[in-house]
């Protein structure tokens, strides 16, 4: 069959885009270093395919990981050396294994984990193809473009597209899973009912949060049913039919688990158990209908994998009572609800945020349209899963990045799309701007290239100012060592001091500068600064945006907050230039070595912690280290009495900084003997 010019050419469109969208994203990620989690998670994914260990790092399923390492395996890299099977589950344990495997095998460790990453850019690709087909499903080609275009230029998804991370995965899943929502009740089938379980159980293994994917498709459902007006049995089917669909998520969940409960070989059991994870995160503050009554109930009756669990309560204890959030040049002690909304309209290009509103407020969506009926039932389905995700982040503790809402991203441009294009047909001179605005979002992504992931618009100073408003995965994930070696090496700069934030064993990199705590556990120097220094200082905006650190005077970094950097090296790692107070550096360092030393010399840990209360006798990460110290030593008088102090101090300097430190110290009050 001959195949039309006209064919030829909206195929070519799409392959071109596709193409640009790969090329943008592998390109871009290749000068990034790796971000946080990129290496725990690539050990566990070695571990899934070699022994089928789903209890390595299990904060995440595996589906992501199980692709990035397949991806690895295919290509012939050695796997992480040492036996596999019985390891510790401990996320100290498998941070140590990421680390050691790239950096620590004589592998090379940025071409092993580029190779890794463009592997999992099959899912951005998915998300592409199906953001496209969506959006032409519902209205029509040029709509699907629109969104296609919106979607591969954009320079939050275009961050996240190849690194070793679930974001853009969910977002792929989630987007699969809701249009085959919308196509089987569009046409109800045996085959496409499947297909939507299937789907369904892809997102449950993409992230925790894809647990969402179930209110949201029982909303959907429940809308068609408001929909099937005068039949009595609409209700019985749909509700059938839902659950049906959930139960083959379940399905396809437990088979990418290996269907095996325990998820470890020979029923290898977890290093804390599922009881104990539960008293300690609810100790912390985390309580609810999951963790108190769902979560053991699964646990009882088998109803998904043991790892699943524990990932679940894991991430549980993050989002409540949640991190610190920066945002807007100021530190919260906890998540607020304005913090994606202002992410939102920061992290966004301009065009976008036109676009969108263009085509939400003059789409037309409640005009009857004979030539693309049930508008407003389209709508509903593109905005179910958005409202269901934004209300669960807004009440979430975890503000630390925009991508935790990315996946409403798609849903977006598909609706602005179809706005877009409803309103250019009905009244065509609009044609102009919406092309216009849809050229100016592409330019301001590739003007974006290669630092896609500090992207900030230009309403308030772009990428280069966002370290002044956010922080976390918004701006610094980690991504700037190659960057930073390579800035040292055109400077010719050897007397610097380097806080760095992040994952990577800087050793590897061979850097010139001396080194400073990055985050409240990192011993990055072995041993502590002196009170002042001169020279160059480059400072990861992560570290020094105080989330890592106790409030106010208490981060280490809060004069070069106060400074102007000489220098942005990739938007994530500052440079000052001066002589800079580094006594709040000595003390955190001194609090991180005290750790270290903690079962090896609690002597010597006990005397660093009395050297950072010296420095810093508002601290209460000081006095938890002195009292740690001394129950190593077998000192509970003194035991008691810092975790009394730490607890006074906390109650002064605000409870609300200190979840984590206050359950540890109030259980060790309830264990150690009286005096």
């Not at 140590?96 to 090379?108: A, I, K, N, P, W």
């Not at 789409?363 to 269901?388: E, Q, S, Y």
Request: charged share 15%.
């Amino acid at each position: 069959m001959r195949i039309s010019g006209r064919k030829w050419f909206r195929a070519t469109l799409v392959a071109a885009l596709l193409v640009i969208f790969w090329c943008s994203a592998t390109s871009a990620v290749r000068r990034m270093s790796q971000t946080f989690d990129e290496g725990f998670h690539l050990f566990a994914g070695w571990r899934y395919v070699q022994c089928r260990d789903f209890g390595i790092n299990t904060e995440h399923p595996p589906l992501m990981k199980l692709v990035a390492a397949s991806a690895l395996r295919w290509a012939g890299v050695p796997a992480p050396a040492g036996a596999c099977g019985s390891e510790p589950t401990t996320k100290d344990y498998g941070y140590g294994s990421g680390e050691h495997y790239l950096f620590g095998q004589g592998l090379d460790a940025d071409a092993v984990l580029y190779r890794a990453r463009r592997g999992v850019t099959v899912f951005a690709l998915a998300l592409a193809l199906l953001t496209f087909f969506f959006a032409r499903r519902l209205f029509g080609y040029w709509a699907g473009i629109a969104a296609l275009v919106l979607v591969t230029f954009d320079p939050t998804v275009l961050a996240h597209s190849a690194l070793l991370t679930t974001d853009v995965a969910l977002c792929a899943c989630l987007l699969g899973a809701v249009f085959a929502v919308y196509c089987y009740l569009e046409r109800p089938g045996l085959l496409r009912l499947l297909l939507c379980g299937f789907a369904l159980g892809l997102v449950l293994a993409a992230k925790h949060s894809g647990i969402l994917v179930l209110p949201i498709s029982l909303l959907l459902f429940a809308f068609a049913g408001l929909r099937q007006r005068g039949d009595s049995w609409r209700w019985a089917r749909l509700g059938g039919a839902w659950i049906v669909a959930v139960v083959v998520g379940v399905g396809v969940l437990w088979a990418v688990y290996g269907f095996h409960f325990s998820g470890r070989p020979g029923n290898a059991a977890m290093t804390v158990p599922l009881n104990d994870f539960l008293a300690q995160v609810r100790s912390q503050g985390t309580r609810g209908f999951l963790p108190d009554f769902a979560i053991p109930l699964a646990a009882r009756w088998h109803l998904v994998p043991l790892p699943y669990l524990y990932g679940l309560t894991d991430v549980l204890s993050i989002m409540l009572p949640g991190q610190p959030p920066f945002l807007l040049g100021k530190l919260y002690p906890h998540g607020e609800w304005f913090y994606f909304p202002v992410v939102f309209l920061l992290k966004n290009t301009l065009p976008f945020l036109a676009l969108l509103a263009i085509g939400l407020v003059g789409g037309g969506w409640l005009r009857r349209d004979a030539a693309n009926p049930d508008r407003r039932w389209k709508l509903v389905v593109l905005l179910t899963p958005v409202g269901v995700i934004w209300a669960a982040a807004m009440q979430s503790g975890l503000n630390i990045g925009y991508r935790h809402v990315l996946t409403t991203f798609a849903f977006l441009c598909i609706a602005a799309a179809g706005g877009c294009v409803a309103l250019a047909v009905r009244r065509p001179i609009w044609t102009i701007p919406v092309a216009i605005l849809l050229v100016l979002h592409c330019a301001t992504s590739l003007r974006a290239w290669p630092n896609y992931l500090p992207y900030m618009n230009e309403a308030m100073g772009g990428s280069m100012q966002s370290y002044r408003y956010m922080t976390d995965a918004n701006v610094d994930w980690g991504q700037g060592v190659l960057e930073t070696r390579d800035w040292l090496a055109a400077h010719g700069t050897t007397n610097c001091w380097l806080a760095y934030d992040g994952a990577v064993k800087l050793s590897y990199y061979h850097l010139p500068c001396k080194l400073l705590a990055g985050n409240q556990g990192d011993a990055a120097a072995g041993a502590a600064p002196p009170a002042t220094a001169s020279g160059t200082f480059i400072i990861s905006s992560l570290a020094m945006s105080g989330i890592e650190w106790e409030p106010g005077a208490l981060n280490p970094y809060a004069e070069f907050l106060r400074a102007k950097p000489v220098a942005n090296i990739g938007g994530a790692m500052l440079v000052y230039q001066g002589t800079y107070d580094l006594r709040g550096a000595q003390a955190v360092e001194l609090i991180a070595l005290s750790g270290a030393n903690l079962e090896k010399n609690p002597t010597l840990a006990a005397e660093q912690a009395r050297q950072a209360i010296y420095l810093t006798p508002t601290s209460v990460r000081a006095y938890m280290a002195l009292a740690r110290a001394d129950k190593a030593l077998g000192d509970a008088a003194g035991a008691r009495d810092n975790f009394a102090a730490a607890l006074k101090q906390a109650e002064v300097t605000g409870a609300e900084w200190y979840p984590w430190e206050m359950a540890e110290a109030k259980k060790a009050l309830a264990t150690l003997p009286s005096k």
